[in-house]
């Protein structure tokens, strides 16, 4: 009784140590495994002496084991297969070829620098080559770098780490059979990769079948299927070839997440919480068991070793890799400043000192403490300035980009339209068909479902866009649209077009929902107007002198329905005009203008269609001296400025 309270006890030190940590990080936003490792040493046997990990036995290697499969198998679902596609060519050879240099580069460094047996410092790199993909997710959500580098980052972090794993237990079989034969390695590694991917494929695939047609299984019970299917993939793939577990997770991850199963976003947040607790945990316990005086027995040798696959093994890996990509040097510099390894390295490095002690071979106190330190450095230098290095190479992503657009309406559209030749992404939503076919003949993406679904916006990708939009025909729809993207995916900015009353709005003021163009605005005019094909898009820029009289002069138009500003361009930043928008000097607008003209004579006049308009310095909206606005127009000026 007396020994099942003491590991019972160690496991909720570990779990109360590990949550502490999360909630102090975010806290004070920094990565979560800086206070994970201090906790972790401070609690061990080498601090307070309170957590004694190898109390757990043969327990603490099916934690691990278990742990780092749930993890995986999050990275995998969590990839987007879509933004991968811009950068594939550079992720393939981060995967193969970086590997293969980090290989190198670190035996070399750990043999010449930190004077290990070339077998030992062999080891030592096939544990390194990794990175960490449970520390480079929350490093990257919290400096918000720009997407093809947060997305390289992603991808190398989850790909690699299944084809480290694997790599390294090749290099540890070839070190206890006394077997230097490269063609075996290498075959042994290429059999566990496929073995793997196979089964994880197989098994992905299932597990959505499952979870897109039981439907007499509740939202839990699936979830729970799918924790207990990627464990049994997980285990299928270890009895049939040893290390092969890891990646059939990371590819049964994969293939779950590009299945579109109903509920995937809830399914999401319960792996992501998963993801956390195992994280935590882990990295406690195995922090717990690290010997401070193995540490500082590694002597400057070994200190060297870690700076040179930092500042030299690392810079060598991106240039190589990204030679051919559209990546700019600030973009290149920051990939190889930020390689922080993580808990991959620390439980496999655990595990592989506890078989090298077994087997009589000297050496593994050493590997799992240099490892470690590598761990340390990494994500203490890297991870704690990897924000100021982002914005001193200026590479942070201020805005979000793209928009998720729900009603296929001619002003909509136009809008699509225009956002999608600035080279936005731009979605489209509407559940009448043929709205959206006229949507899509503009070769715009469309959803044909109701924005009401959230896995319609999952779907949409609004988890990484920039901008929400609700202007359908109904304005309480579109407030009641808008409330809940904002709840539920929380966009840098949400617009609607609603009514201006508070009355109607239920004291909808106090919400993230901001009214679109101007308020009470009228969309079924404008869309008139569209069809009639009565609308001229120009474009005027704010500027001093005549900042004043140029804000009165547009300010009057809009106040007569004549004109409605559709984008606002500040820093070249360009973004959907948000009612009530203080405008500054400098500032671009681009609007609509209505032209009553008869179409008839446009025509004759050389009017264009609607719906190719071209951007251009109206006359009738530059040119109006300010004798010519009516009284009534100027005292309306009076009022608060957009």
């Known amino acids: 009784m007396e020994a099942s309270f003491e590991i019972t006890l160690q496991m909720v030190i570990a779990v109360v140590a590990g949550i502490s940590a999360q909630v102090i990080?975010?806290?004070?936003?920094?990565?979560?495994?800086?206070?994970?490792?201090?906790?972790?040493?401070?609690?061990?046997?080498?601090?307070?002496?309170?957590?004694?990990?190898?109390?757990?036995?043969?327990?603490?290697?099916?934690?691990?084991?278990?742990?780092?499969?749930?993890?995986?198998?999050?990275?995998?679902?969590?990839?987007?297969?879509?933004?991968?596609?811009?950068?594939?060519?550079?992720?393939?050879?981060?995967?193969?070829?970086?590997?293969?240099?980090t290989l190198l580069g670190g035996t070399m460094a750990a043999h010449w620098?930190?004077?290990?047996?070339?077998?030992?410092?062999?080891?030592?790199?096939?544990?390194?080559?990794?990175?960490?993909?449970?520390?480079?997710?929350?490093?990257?959500?919290?400096?918000?770098?720009?997407?093809?580098?947060?997305?390289?980052l992603e991808g190398e972090g989850v790909l690699i780490d299944p084809v480290g794993a694997i790599l390294a237990v090749v290099v540890l079989n070839t070190i206890l059979n006394d077997n230097a034969d490269a063609f075996g390695a290498i075959s042994s590694l290429l059999m566990?990769?496929?073995?793997?991917?196979?089964?994880?494929?197989?098994?992905?695939?299932?597990?959505?079948?499952?979870?897109?047609?039981?439907?007499?299984l509740s939202f839990e019970v699936k979830n729970l299927v799918v924790l207990a299917g990627s464990w049994g993939l997980f285990v299928l793939a270890q009895m049939l070839r040893s290390e092969s577990g890891l990646m059939a997770t990371v590819v049964a991850g994969v293939v779950f997440g590009t299945a579109s199963v109903p509920e995937e976003r809830l399914l999401r947040h319960f792996k992501g919480q998963l993801t956390i607790f195992c994280v935590s945990v882990l990295f406690i316990l195995l922090a717990a068991d690290l010997s401070i005086d193995s540490l500082f027995a590694l002597g400057w040798g070994s200190l060297f070793t870690v700076l040179a696959l930092m500042f030299v093994v690392r810079p060598i890996n991106i240039l190589c890799c990204t030679w051919n990509s559209d990546l700019n040097w600030q973009q290149k510099l920051f990939l190889s400043w930020v390689a922080p390894r993580g808990i991959v390295?620390?439980?496999?490095?655990?595990?592989?000192?506890?078989?090298?002690?077994?087997h009589g071979i000297n050496g593994g106190d050493?590997?799992?403490?240099?490892?470690?330190?590598?761990?340390?450095?990494?994500?203490?230098c890297q991870g704690l300035t990897?924000?100021?290095i982002a914005r001193w190479l200026e590479i942070t992503s201020k805005e979000a980009t793209g928009a998720v657009i729900v009603g296929c309406n001619p002003l909509s559209i136009f809008i699509g339209r225009l956002l999608q030749e600035r080279g936005e992404t731009v979605v489209m939503i509407d559940t009448d068909p043929e709205a959206s076919q006229q949507a899509q003949a503009e070769n715009l993406r469309v959803l044909t479902s109701s924005a009401l679904d959230a896995n319609v916006l999952e779907e949409a990708g609004l988890a990484s866009m920039g901008t929400f939009l609700a202007m359908t025909k109904n304005g309480e729809v579109n407030f009641v649209l808008a409330q809940r993207a904002a709840e539920e995916f929380n966009p840098p900015r949400v617009l609607a077009i609603f009514p201006r009353d508070p009355q109607a709005n239920n004291g909808k003021n106090n919400t993230k929902v901001n009214q679109a163009f101007i308020a009470d605005f009228q969309i079924k005019t404008w869309n008139q107007y569209l069809k009639d094909e009565q609308v001229k898009l120009g474009m005027t820029?704010?500027?001093?002198?005549?900042?004043?009289?140029?804000?009165?002069?547009?300010?009057?138009?809009?106040r007569t329905g004549e004109l409605v500003p559709l984008f606002l361009e500040r820093d070249e930043k360009l973004q959907i005009m948000p009612a009530g928008e203080a405008w500054q000097s400098g500032d671009r607008i681009i609007y609509l203008l209505h032209d009553p003209r008869p179409n008839l004579l446009k025509r004759l006049s050389g009017g264009r269609d609607a719906n190719r308009l071209s951007l251009e310095k109206l006359?009738?909206?530059?040119?109006?001296?300010?004798?010519?606005?009516?009284?009534?127009?100027l005292s309306a000026s009076d009022a608060p400025a957009p």
């Open 366 to 380: 050493s590997i799992k403490a240099l490892v470690f330190l590598t761990i340390i450095m990494t994500v203490f």
């Open 619 to 633: 006359p009738e909206v530059e040119e109006i001296p300010i004798t010519k606005l009516s009284q009534s127009q």
């Open 541 to 558: 820029t704010l500027k001093e002198p005549g900042f004043s009289l140029q804000k009165v002069q547009l300010q009057a138009l809009i």
């Open 386 to 388: 990897a924000g100021w």
């Open 113 to 152: 620098l930190g004077e290990f047996p070339w077998p030992i410092a062999f080891l030592f790199a096939s544990l390194v080559v990794v990175t960490g993909p449970t520390v480079i997710s929350p490093l990257l959500k919290q400096i918000n770098v720009e997407r093809p580098v947060a997305t390289l």
């Open 345 to 358: 390295s620390a439980s496999v490095a655990s595990l592989f000192a506890i078989l090298l002690t077994k």
């Open 25 to 101: 990080a975010a806290y004070l936003r920094v990565p979560s495994i800086v206070f994970l490792l201090l906790f972790g040493i401070l609690l061990g046997s080498d601090g307070f002496g309170l957590l004694h990990p190898h109390l757990l036995g043969t327990g603490l290697e099916v934690i691990v084991a278990l742990g780092t499969a749930i993890i995986l198998f999050e990275g995998g679902l969590n990839l987007e297969l879509r933004e991968l596609n811009k950068v594939s060519t550079s992720l393939q050879l981060l995967v193969t070829l970086g590997t293969l240099i």
């Open 192 to 216: 566990r990769l496929g073995i793997g991917g196979i089964i994880g494929a197989v098994g992905g695939w299932l597990m959505a079948l499952i979870c897109k047609y039981a439907n007499f």
